[in-house]
């Protein structure tokens, strides 16, 4: 039965996760012809910060959850309540520094006043979404993950409800009002996620007196796993986070104007990359069971299992990859029209679409190695690959490439990345 765990796992979050992906083929369709080209364009020009706030909010606790309670080294109520804490006095932290920074971030940064407004959005839906990670965290850690399948469904179906009847009327509004309401509505998603999870909370879940308070070895333990991981998330949402940034400066620099670079990149990300990256649930849900899968075999000293589950995730990833980077690449136009009612964006999967097979490895490598406890490892490589993307796209866009400044960058960074991590693995794994 045991055996059988990890294959079990990733097929219901696979099953769950093709559900979710459908439903949000179906958000994605109605949003995108909502708030049209103008719109979408706006939203993607702050989904850069919007990630970089998720990670910190969050603190990569799924991750830390999911590898402590798979050990059972510590009780769930005190990993949950130290969670808490932790993420608590962190949002409030964060709220607060978004609150005095989101008008300067809107206007000497992303060059565009109207930001500002989404930010403040987005700041606060950061409570919910880091709550949120905490029981998802736990439930992956027991390897329960029935109840993270159905939170998902149930929150892409709200979601299609609240764009169905109230996105219309605020867009009429105005379009300011619709890209604000759109991130807005993650506050309501993630609430039915929260309530989802309390359901299937075990009957005999009690918290005790002394649980209350913060149990030191317990915010050690999540600390030394989710600092070195939110560390190697947090570097690459750093480059997300400076890559319109850059590339908005410089390409005024040489002469772009900023209509072209807020069309094309609207297109790059909203479109292009967001097409590239739809298939990734099922690579997701690879890692998500990998995590406390290798934790365990770990903690049993059977490297046989752990090279066994390595070369599954390795191997499912890749057809993954594989066979949705061909489709993409050889129907890339009626996808584009299908979904998003454009062809905005068609050149860049023309010449993404073959690289993103090695994409897909990405995910499954840096889960490897933090199971096997080398999360710094990750943080080096992730840092790394963002200099040197960072430091293309700089280059490639004083070179007056446009928006191809970043599609090249891109590429670069997911070789670099990928040989990285695949050398250490090979070197941790296989040499011993």
């Given at each position: 039965?045991?055996?059988?765990?990890?294959?079990?796992?990733?097929?219901?979050?696979?099953?769950?996760?093709?559900?979710?992906?459908?439903?949000?083929?179906?958000?994605?369709?109605?949003?995108?012809?909502?708030?049209?080209?103008?719109?979408?364009?706006?939203?993607?020009?702050?989904?850069?910060?919007?990630?970089?706030?998720?990670?910190?909010?969050?603190?990569?606790?799924?991750?830390?959850?999911?590898?402590?309670?798979?050990?059972?080294?510590?009780?769930?109520?005190?990993?949950?309540?130290?969670?808490?804490?932790?993420?608590?006095?962190?949002?409030?932290?964060?709220?607060?520094?978004?609150?005095?920074?989101?008008?300067?971030?809107?206007?000497?940064?992303?060059?565009?006043?109207?930001?500002?407004?989404?930010?403040?959005?987005?700041?606060?839906?950061?409570?919910?979404?880091?709550?949120?990670?905490?029981?998802?965290?736990?439930?992956?850690?027991?390897?329960?993950?029935?109840?993270?399948?159905?939170?998902?469904?149930?929150?892409?179906?709200?979601?299609?409800?609240?764009?169905?009847?109230?996105?219309?009327?605020?867009?009429?509004?105005?379009?300011?009002?619709?890209?604000?309401?759109?991130?807005?509505?993650?506050?309501?998603?993630?609430?039915?996620?929260?309530?989802?999870?309390?359901?299937?909370?075990?009957?005999?879940?009690?918290?005790?007196?002394?649980?209350?308070?913060?149990d030191h070895r317990t915010l050690k333990?999540?600390?030394?796993?989710?600092?070195?991981?939110?560390?190697?998330?947090?570097?690459?949402?750093?480059?997300?986070?400076?890559?319109?940034?850059?590339?908005?400066?410089?390409?005024?620099?040489?002469?772009?104007?900023?209509?072209?670079?807020?069309?094309?990149?609207?297109?790059?990300?909203?479109?292009?990359?967001?097409?590239?990256?739809?298939?990734?649930?099922?690579?997701?849900?690879?890692?998500?069971?990998?995590?406390?899968?290798?934790?365990?075999?770990?903690?049993?000293?059977?490297?046989?299992?752990?090279?066994?589950?390595?070369?599954?995730?390795?191997?499912?990833?890749?057809?993954?990859?594989?066979?949705?980077?061909?489709?993409?690449y050889f129907y890339r136009e009626p996808?584009?029209?299908?979904?998003?009612?454009?062809?905005?964006?068609?050149?860049?999967?023309?010449?993404?679409?073959?690289?993103?097979?090695?994409f897909y490895l990405e995910a499954p490598?840096?889960?490897?190695?933090?199971?096997?406890?080398?999360?710094?490892?990750?943080?080096?490589?992730?840092?790394?690959?963002?200099?040197?993307?960072?430091?293309?796209?700089?280059?490639?866009?004083?070179?007056?490439?446009?928006?191809?400044?970043?599609?090249?960058?891109?590429?670069?960074?997911?070789?670099?990345?990928?040989?990285?991590?695949?050398?250490?693995?090979?070197?941790?794994?296989?040499?011993?």
């Open positions: 039965m045991r055996k059988n765990k990890f294959i079990t796992s990733t097929l219901i979050l696979m099953a769950g996760g093709a559900i979710t992906r459908l439903l949000g083929f179906i958000i994605k369709i109605i949003y995108t012809r909502m708030l049209g080209e103008s719109g979408v364009s706006l939203y993607s020009i702050v989904m850069p910060t919007y990630s970089l706030l998720i990670t910190l909010a969050s603190l990569s606790l799924p991750i830390s959850i999911s590898k402590i309670i798979a050990e059972r080294k510590i009780r769930s109520t005190k990993v949950l309540l130290s969670s808490t804490f932790i993420i608590g006095i962190l949002n409030i932290i964060l709220m607060s520094i978004m609150f005095f920074s989101s008008k300067f971030i809107a206007i000497h940064l992303l060059q565009n006043e109207q930001c500002y407004y989404l930010l403040i959005a987005m700041t606060l839906t950061l409570p919910f979404i880091s709550i949120s990670s905490i029981l998802k965290g736990y439930f992956f850690g027991r390897q329960r993950m029935i109840p993270n399948t159905i939170s998902n469904i149930l929150e892409q179906i709200v979601k299609i409800l609240l764009i169905l009847f109230l996105l219309p009327i605020l867009v009429k509004k105005s379009l300011l009002l619709g890209v604000i309401g759109f991130i807005l509505f993650n506050i309501v998603t993630e609430i039915v996620s929260i309530i989802t999870f309390l359901c299937f909370a075990p009957k005999k879940f009690t918290i005790q007196k002394k649980d209350i308070r913060p333990e999540i600390c030394a796993i989710s600092l070195p991981t939110v560390s190697s998330r947090f570097i690459g949402n750093i480059g997300f986070f400076l890559e319109p940034i850059i590339l908005t400066n410089i390409l005024l620099f040489v002469g772009f104007s900023n209509e072209y670079i807020l069309r094309e990149y609207g297109a790059y990300n909203a479109y292009t990359i967001a097409l590239l990256t739809m298939p990734s649930f099922f690579v997701g849900a690879v890692c998500s069971s990998l995590i406390p899968e290798i934790s365990k075999y770990l903690g049993e000293k059977n490297h046989t299992m752990i090279k066994r589950r390595f070369w599954q995730a390795m191997i499912f990833s890749f057809l993954i990859g594989f066979t949705f980077s061909t489709l993409i996808l584009l029209r299908i979904i998003y009612n454009t062809n905005l964006g068609i050149d860049y999967l023309k010449i993404l679409a073959p690289v993103f097979v090695l490598l840096m889960s490897m190695l933090q199971a096997l406890g080398h999360s710094k490892e990750t943080m080096k490589i992730t840092l790394i690959g963002e200099i040197i993307k960072i430091s293309s796209l700089s280059i490639f866009c004083l070179l007056k490439f446009g928006l191809y400044s970043l599609v090249y960058a891109e590429i670069i960074n997911i070789f670099v990345v990928v040989f990285l991590n695949i050398k250490k693995i090979k070197k941790i794994v296989f040499s011993s």
